[in-house]
């Protein structure tokens, strides 16, 4: 028996899953243990928690990256990166809930359990690097976000959206996992790198096999990601579930599972014809991009316009991908040898820099806008809307700037922000994607991409339009206050702002070299 | 082949015993004269059976259900656990130390939370 030696070095990645699920457990605890009337220090613990996560993952990302826990997981910028993105992504979930919580009477310390186990899954599931591992993590993630989405079960609505949620997710999920299993039979291997090492015999022995694996591991993760055409169940499940929880899934969820895909695909690449996934990458990328986008315009709904404007910025973080695997960087990295320990160089090398930073501040500025917006609009709902159909209809923001000026501006900076209007950081996140994927050679990809985020202005500029220019309806409601609300908002628009104006730093960090273990 | 002999004879004497057991009551059990109705009933424990078996189960099965799980994947892990404890040190030790607690204070949760009440 091989006995295994572990360091704490190798517990090094998963400590601020360890404080997040502590707090979870607390949290689970203090709900059965203490009975006071007010719960708001449930939310406190849990935003404490991710921000000390936060912390520890923003530490993790200047370690070199390197394999760990026996080759099960990573250490890399990458997911430490991730990971603290989801860690703020909770932090102002968390807070945006706890008001919204208290206005439904709702206010529940499993409520904030399952985000934190749900940012627990996100945060292992960008490190994992063995596909046991991978799906559990992901299992981690998909059960939180389940129970979460149908947490509050007052009329028919959430219990749809959980229960299409529930069936589709678990759906793809097998759908991964019987990929997975092809991609064992044909390699012997679970562990990435190992897989990668014996992809090109594999595949030169039984090519069927290793391209159904493919196929459907990546059908798993394009579910998760709501890549059109597997996008149908997000529109019903976002307008559904608790707003906050809406903002952790469009915001959390994704970028972990984007972080997951582009890793375990890395991996899964070698051997192959470098055009299929170039090709299969851009094809998603442009599917989603024109699809989200054309069905977002219709929307009057304004939630449903939100989750139609997630699958399309989905797209354009799908466009980042399809340029990590351009046939430019690919050619180059076949003469170093791409997956190994051998750096890229060169230009090519600059190319993959600025591909990683662009995915990275893509995530980080769709995290902050997001969660601002649809915090925006979990705080103008009405608890006795919820029965009716009207509750995030465009009237509801008619004349919002005459009766409450500020949220207003808010709601109009996170517009601008979704639509890549400068100086929010909408607009630089889309500037370095677009601008790395034309240096990556993907021009025409690029230019639908922009075209694309014109239509998008038209849906997000509505909003606006319909806040400062529209009289206000007479029984208008006038959003619920809460100081945590209030904070979450003012943070995420100071961001907003902040990273628009002077994302410096920030762009410093994720452009260092080895960003991705083995890449 | 040889070192399935073994299996072999295992199988026979475990059957063997079967049709012995069956066959001694056959041979040994008091006759009633007329066989009361209860007899025919499928047997639940003493309890009389009420209806058939494909009925809708009372959702409290299913949060003991879930319990029992808990402490069931429990145990499938701690064995391998138990057989290996030895080599694999201290840190073995520490390591399921904390995954019991955490399982415990599930069980905990649960309890406080009135899963286990049967009212």
């Known amino acids: 028996m091989i006995i295994p030696h572990f360091t704490l070095n190798d517990f090094l990645p998963v400590m601020p899953v360890g404080v997040l699920m502590a707090a979870a457990i607390v949290l689970m605890l203090s709900e059965v243990f203490l009975t006071s009337t007010t719960r708001t220090y449930q939310a406190i613990i849990a935003a404490l928690a991710s921000i000390v996560a936060g912390g520890i993952a923003v530490n993790n990302a200047f370690e070199p990256a390197r394999l760990v826990l026996q080759g099960y997981a990573v250490l890399d910028p990458f997911s430490s990166w991730t990971t603290a993105m989801v860690c703020l992504g909770t932090f102002l979930a968390v807070l945006l809930s706890a008001g919204f919580l208290k206005h439904r009477n709702a206010e529940r310390g499993e409520f904030y359990a399952l985000m934190l186990f749900a940012a627990a899954g996100m945060s292992l599931l960008s490190l994992s690097a063995e596909f046991i591992t991978l799906f559990i993590n992901l299992e981690v993630l998909s059960v939180a976000t389940y129970a979460l989405t149908a947490f509050l079960r007052r009329g028919p609505r959430p219990s749809e959206a959980g229960f299409k949620y529930f069936i589709l997710g678990a759906f793809a999920a097998a759908l991964l996992l019987y990929g997975a299993a092809l991609i064992y039979g044909a390699t012997g291997a679970t562990k990435l790198v190992e897989v990668s090492a014996a992809l090109p015999a594999a595949f030169a022995k039984s090519p069927a096999l290793v391209y159904a694996g493919l196929g459907l591991v990546l059908a798993g993760f394009a579910f998760k990601v709501a890549a059109v055409p597997f996008h149908m169940w997000t529109p019903d499940v976002y307008e559904g579930a608790p707003t906050p929880v809406t903002a952790l899934m469009s915001a959390g969820v994704k970028a972990a599972a984007f972080v997951a895909m582009v890793r375990t695909f890395l991996f899964l690449v070698k051997g192959i014809d470098p055009v299929i996934p170039f090709t299969v990458f851009s094809l998603l990328a442009l599917l989603t991009m024109v699809g989200g986008n054309l069905l977002a315009l219709p929307q009057r709904n304004v939630k449903r316009m939100l989750a139609y404007s997630s699958i399309a910025h989905a797209g354009y973080m799908l466009l980042g991908v399809a340029a990590l695997f351009a046939p430019k960087l690919v050619e180059a990295g076949a003469k170093v040898g791409v997956l190994t320990a051998t750096p890229l160089t060169g230009t090519a090398q600059d190319v993959s820099v600025a591909v990683y930073k662009g995915l990275l501040f893509y995530i980080l500025g769709y995290t902050v806008t997001s969660l601002g917006a649809f915090g925006t609009i979990s705080a103008l709902e009405r608890r006795e809307d919820e029965t009716r159909g009207n509750t995030w209809d465009l009237e509801r923001f008619a004349g919002l700037a005459q009766r409450k000026p500020g949220w207003a501006a808010a709601m109009a900076l996170f517009m601008l922000s979704l639509g890549g209007v400068p100086p929010t950081v909408g607009f630089l996140g889309k500037l370095f994607l677009f601008s790395a994927a034309v240096d990556a050679g993907l021009l025409g990809l690029a230019i639908v991409g922009v075209l694309s985020s014109v239509i998008g202005v038209y849906f997000y500029l509505r909003v606006v339009v319909y806040m400062f220019m529209r009289p206000a309806p007479i029984d208008a409601p006038a959003p619920f206050r809460h100081w945590t609300t209030e904070l979450a908002l003012v943070t995420s628009a100071v961001l907003v702002v902040g990273l628009g104006i002077l994302p410096g730093t920030i762009t410093e960090w994720f452009s260092r070299v080895g960003m991705v273990f083995g890449h | ?119």
Do not use: C
Request: hydrophobic share 55%; no cysteine.
């Open chain 2, 1 to 119: 082949m040889q070192s399935w002999i073994p299996i072999l004879v295992y199988l026979a004497i475990a059957s063997s015993v079967g049709f012995l057991m069956l066959g001694a009551s056959r041979v040994l059990r008091v006759r009633a004269k007329d066989v009361p109705p209860t007899r025919e009933l499928t047997y639940e424990s003493g309890e009389e059976p009420v209806g058939n078996a494909w009925i809708r189960f009372h959702p409290r099965y299913y949060v003991v259900a879930l319990v029992f799980i808990l402490f069931d994947v429990e145990t499938a892990f701690l064995v391998p656990w138990a057989l290996n404890v030895r080599a694999l040190g201290r840190f073995a030790i520490v390591e399921m130390i904390v995954f019991v607690v955490i399982l415990l204070l599930g069980w905990v949760y649960a309890l406080r939370k009135g899963a286990l009440k049967w009212q």
